[in-house]
């Protein structure tokens, strides 16, 4: 009996805890990209994003010292992101990028303050990424997206081109968002710019 009572408080406070957080992201601004993707759904109107090229970083903006990452995986590491879509709507996220069984390879997941926001909460998405040339690499990550009621919807994604900084510590890229319906289908695509900033573990 003490081990169900232990259970069920357990079982409770996770789900306070998981409408608060709701609850909290309901109260933003992101929610309205929501919206403002799932009209466009609605509507019909499919366009696809424009791939542009990557603007990449030219100075060490935060002044550190260049790191010593093998360049080839230079990438992997914890990072925060903030990525703009075209209309300027800003949103922050982590990128979460692993070493793979090979030099300038791997897995990588991704989660932002958007995910469990209405409608369609999604999942982190999760996928992998490559080393390219010079300071270039490449990625590719989706997950899986909800109705409000918590029925599959379809999955959200990212193709994502990074361009390192000189310190290692920062990036700028350029992204493809888009929205999928259980079929594949593209209902929304949106060109992003990203920057990272790696993070590094902080003491007590």
């Keep these: ?69 093998p360049k080839k995986n230079a990438l992997a590491g914890t990072w925060d992101l903030v990525l703009t879509f075209s209309d300027g709507f800003e949103v922050k996220s982590t990128l979460q990028v692993f070493p793979g069984a090979a030099d300038g390879e791997g897995s990588c997941t991704h989660a932002s303050e958007f995910s469990l926001t209405l409608p369609n909460p999604t999942l982190p998405e999760q996928g992998s990424w490559r080393y390219v040339k010079g300071d270039e690499y490449i990625a590719s990550y989706k997950g899986y997206s909800y109705t409000e009621l918590l029925a599959p919807f379809g999955t959200i994604g990212f193709r994502h081109a990074v361009t390192m900084g000189a310190n290692q510590e920062t990036f700028t890229g350029q992204a493809v968002f888009e929205v999928f319906d259980a079929a594949g289908n593209v209902l929304f695509a949106d060109n992003l710019q990203t920057r990272g900033v790696r993070q590094h573990p902080l003491g007590p």
């Design 1 to 69: 009996m003490k081990c169900q009572r232990i259970f069920s408080a357990l079982l409770v406070t996770t789900l306070m805890m998981f409408a608060t957080a709701i609850a909290h992201a309901q109260s933003g601004a992101v929610p309205e990209l929501k919206r403002r993707i799932m009209d466009q759904v609605i509507s019909g109107a499919r366009q696809p994003a424009v791939e542009r090229a990557v603007k990449p970083l030219t100075q060490n903006s935060d002044g550190q010292k260049p790191g010593n990452y």
